[in-house]
């Protein structure tokens, strides 16, 4: 009885006919492992490697001096929608040295949630640049950190240089449903977004 249970929380329903793809970018240590662990209904695939001394030369880790690992490929989730429609999460490595693996994991994705740490908000504009190049829509979730200084939107939105469009809220990537609420946003402007370009 307990494996018929595990094998139907790890197998895709019969029923699902409908698959799509989103990525969790951002800058490194910015939470993306968390996020996607957070929400995937399945145990989430992770490549996570232990960071070494030769790492430390190439990856900052002023603030974050507490990091002990880092993601090396990508995080992988899964999330059943409904009964015909599944969600799977691609989260992508930060460090720089990693953007060509993700800018591969870019093919099929209809769009992204970029976190963002209000520590480092300037290590975003290369990941935003990235997606824009692209053409790929995304939004943005300020993950929330202990400690870590506080903006109104505004401040946030002028420091990113956001298009007035492009959705802004905070979430903490810890949090299952702060994680859904930060879903739902980027879902909901893909949608909108879309509903525009076939009525146009």
Known sequence: ??????????????TVRTAAKLLVVGHFAVGKTT?????????????????????????????????????????????TLSDQLVLYLFGAPGQKRFTRLWQDMTQGALGALVLADTRRLDQSFD?????????LPYAVAVNHFAGAPTYDD??????????PETPLITCDARDRGSSTEALISLVQYLQVRNARRTSA
């Open 127 to 135: 990941v935003m640049g990235l997606l824009e190049e692209h053409e």
């Open 35 to 79: 996020f996607v662990g957070s929400l995937s209904e399945i145990k989430p695939l992770r490549t996570e490697e232990t960071m070494t001394q030769a790492g430390a030369l190439v990856d900052d880790l002023a603030g974050i001096e507490g990091k002990s690992t880092t993601t090396v490929a990508m995080d992988f989730g899964r999330l």
């Open 154 to 163: 505004a401040e946030i939105r002028e420091a990113l240089d956001l298009l």
């Open 1 to 14: 009885m307990g494996s018929a249970l595990a094998s139907e929380d790890v197998y895709l329903r019969q």
